[in-house]
């Protein structure tokens, strides 16, 4: 199954790309990632294609820390509505359970176990993947980044007591003693941050208790990512028709794979892509008519149509009546079910 993540994961990548002498767009073309999600961080992308991206361009620049540059710049930010309650936490601690409690809203095949004894808590990264193991910068990039949102939450002042990698150790190593404030150990057994189980009572200045109730329940609301092979195409085809770029063809580079691949599946799970484009757009087009200084040739753009006159007989189709009609509030009792799409 395609594990997907928020493209916010790659908003530094274009910056932290030129830095090494590698041009952005080139690299996402490569590893056929939609130039698009750079600029629209919540749009759902393959895990898989991200990693190709991250070993491909520490190999061809040079760059073996490639992974630590883009945790560098990145932030809270990064993460959405996960970050966002992860900032509002009363306690570090608090704002630790909160991020590996929610993380898999962001990254859905990440997961971070915390331990503690008396003195030291663990945290431990898992990314999921086909290899017993994930690819080297993709460590180096989720694990930077779970350094970096601690160390915000303390206002800089914070080290970690220990780290562990996985993998053996790179030229440099300083660089990541540098970049950790602390021990860097490799050819470990697991990749872990360690700190001190003290830290964990360290109080949030900035935390809002209120702000961060009412955030909690409304990510517990959305929390749930999709499972199912079907699933997950519906949820890329909701947020590519949001942004007026939805083909079957860019479904697949989302999902990091090929358009015969997308039919294949969904026709094993007794459905098929027109049967979800079509599902959407009926939820889509809803919404948008309702702006009435809205001009209805640029919502056919936006939802695909051939022309206006192609959206206006799938409506009456799918609706049983014309959008006109609709927007005077004269609907049918029930809508035909479908009427294919255009």
């Known amino acids: 199954m395609t594990d997907l993540i928020r493209s916010a994961g790659l908003s530094c990548y274009p910056d932290v790309a030129r830095s090494v002498g590698l041009d952005p767009s080139q690299m996402m073309r490569k590893v056929r990632l939609p130039l698009a999600c750079l600029d629209q961080p919540d749009i759902p992308i393959a895990v898989t294609g991200l990693r190709r991206l991250l070993e491909l361009s520490a190999k061809a620049s040079g760059a073996e820390d490639f992974g630590l540059r883009l945790a560098e710049r990145g932030?809270?930010?990064?993460?959405?509505?996960v970050g966002l309650i992860v900032r509002e936490q009363a306690t570090v601690?608090?704002?630790?359970?909160?991020?590996?409690?929610?993380?898999h809203i962001h990254h859905d095949g990440m997961r971070l176990d915390v331990t503690r004894d008396e003195r030291t808590v663990t945290i431990t990264?898992?990314?999921?993947?086909?290899?017993?193991?994930?690819?080297?910068?993709s460590i180096d990039m989720a694990l930077g980044s779970v350094q970096r949102i601690i160390q915000s939450l303390f206002g800089g002042d914070w080290r970690p007591l220990e780290v562990h990698l996985h993998y053996p150790p790179p030229h440099d190593r300083k660089r990541?003693?540098?970049f950790f404030g602390c021990?860097?150990?490799?050819?470990?057994?697991?990749?872990?941050?360690?700190?001190?189980?003290?830290?964990?009572?360290?109080?949030?200045?900035?935390?809002?208790?209120?702000?961060?109730?009412?955030?909690r329940k409304r990510i517990e609301a959305i929390?749930?990512?999709?499972?199912?092979w079907e699933a997950k195409v519906d949820e890329v085809v909701r947020s590519l028709l949001a942004s007026g770029d939805c083909t079957v063809e860019r479904v697949a580079e989302h999902l990091a794979c090929t358009r015969r691949t997308i039919h294949r599946r969904l026709a094993a799970s007794g459905t098929s892509f027109s049967a979800i484009l079509?599902?959407?757009?009926?939820?889509?087009?809803v919404e948008l008519i309702e702006d009435h200084t809205r001009p209805l040739a640029d919502i056919a753009v936006q939802l695909g149509f051939s022309a206006q006159s192609a959206m206006a007989r799938w409506f009456r189709g799918r609706f049983g009546c014309t959008i006109?009609?609709?927007?005077?509030?004269?609907?049918?009792?029930?809508?035909?079910?479908?009427?294919?799409?255009?």
């Open 125 to 137: 990264l898992h990314l999921r993947g086909r290899q017993p193991r994930a690819p080297r910068q």
């Open 324 to 342: 006109t009609d609709w927007r005077k509030g004269v609907r049918p009792r029930s809508a035909p079910p479908s009427a294919g799409a255009a």
């Open 183 to 215: 021990r860097v150990s490799f050819n470990a057994d697991d990749d872990a941050i360690l700190l001190s189980a003290h830290d964990m009572q360290r109080r949030i200045p900035s935390a809002h208790p209120l702000i961060a109730n009412y955030l």
């Open 176 to 178: 990541y003693r540098d």
């Open 278 to 285: 079509d599902a959407q757009r009926a939820d889509l087009v």
């Open 75 to 81: 932030g809270l930010t990064n993460f959405g509505a």
């Open 93 to 103: 601690g608090e704002a630790i359970e909160a991020f590996s409690r929610f993380i």
């Open 223 to 228: 929390e749930s990512r999709p499972a199912s």
